[in-house]
């Protein structure tokens, strides 16, 4: 009778057990190294570090491995990142058994945001020289992305200008008292500090209505300006419109964009034009659902020579009178002269 297989803790190896031999030949950790190391990262802009006392800063390109990978495996937090180092086998052979720390690979992120655009180009023209996107069909699409603000701190222009009013109508009254109890009172007459802080606050809601005023907005965080107000799943939030292009081969994303209008009616030919600048050319058919589908866009579509396909939204209901149901028959038009029934 067999017996079952359990873990034997005492278990010696004679000989240390190589790492290598514990990733498979074809596992996507041997690609991101080979593909990373064929980059010339000083070209792509990536700021290199020097350090001449303390401890030595991690590579580059080791970093950049790490942050491919935790990409490839949807592992979006840089502290789940920092943690995959030390307990995911593939993280240990790809950065050498060296575990950078989350800050590390923060800063890495924040400080290279350019050059790692220039890395997503290179991947997609390195797919398609080994004919894994094609231009045939290609998707356009958006999707809103929430932003790290709160909506309770979103600033309103229609609030700001009523709590304005209340404001300078509270100065205002202040103000009275003051004159009033200058003229009774002999001598020096403090104001009081609410008075200061009304002013404090009113300064401060005239600077935020000027700046939305000269962005033309309704919507503005202070802490998070370039968010905007959009409908995310079924409620208003500050949020970003993120567009990608796919192509309809591998579902490769061949161009990406992010971009704060609050919907996709300008997007179509500016995400085509970024898919013709990663591909060098662009697809025959650019597929996009009824949000693009802008006279503007179409028509500038048309000048550029893009080929495009967009799902038109469905016009309102008509009466069964309306014109469109009605064919034009030129030849039957029987014209009156002179006023005499036709």
Request: hydrophobic share 35%; with cysteine.
């Amino acid at each position: 009778m067999s017996q079952e297989i359990r873990a034997n803790y005492d278990q010696l190896d004679l000989l240390p057990q190589c790492l290598e031999d514990w990733v498979p030949r074809d596992y996507p950790a041997r690609f991101i190294r080979e593909f990373v190391d064929a980059l010339n990262l000083a070209e792509l802009g990536f700021a290199q570090r020097e350090s001449e006392e303390g401890r030595p800063p991690y590579a580059v390109e080791l970093l950049l491995k790490v942050g491919v990978y935790g990409y490839l495996s949807r592992i979006h937090s840089t502290r789940e990142l920092e943690k995959a180092c030390r307990e995911n086998l593939g993280l240990l052979w790809l950065a050498g058994r060296n575990d950078p720390d989350h800050n590390t690979l923060w800063r890495f992120w924040r400080d290279n945001l350019l050059a790692l655009r220039e890395v997503f180009r290179q991947v997609v023209q390195v797919a398609r020289k080994n004919q894994l996107v094609g231009l045939i069909c290609h998707a356009v699409d958006g999707t809103k992305i929430r932003a790290a603000c709160s909506r309770r701190t979103m600033e309103h222009a229609k609030e700001l200008k009523e709590e304005l009013e209340k404001v300078e109508a509270s100065i205002r009254e202040m103000e009275r008292a003051v004159e009033e109890a200058e003229a009774q009172e002999e001598g020096e007459y403090r104001l009081p500090e609410a008075f200061e802080e009304r002013q404090q606050l009113r300064e401060e809601i005239r600077s935020s209505l000027a700046r939305m005023k000269a962005e033309g907005r309704e919507h503005l965080h202070p802490q998070e300006p370039e968010a905007r107000m959009m409908k995310c799943e079924g409620r208003q939030e500050p949020a970003y419109n993120a567009q990608a292009v796919v192509d309809a081969q591998r579902h490769l994303i061949v161009a990406e964009a992010v971009v704060n209008e609050e919907n996709d009616a300008h997007q179509l030919t500016a995400m085509i034009g970024k898919a013709q600048q990663n591909l060098g050319d662009v697809a025959k058919q650019t597929l996009a659902d009824g949000s693009y589908g802008s006279a503007g866009e179409l028509g500038k579509a048309e000048e550029k020579g893009y080929g495009v396909v967009v799902s038109l939204k469905d016009p309102p209901s008509v009466g069964e009178f309306h014109t469109s149901r009605f064919a034009y028959d030129r030849s039957a038009i029987r014209w009156c002269v002179h006023g005499e029934r036709c």
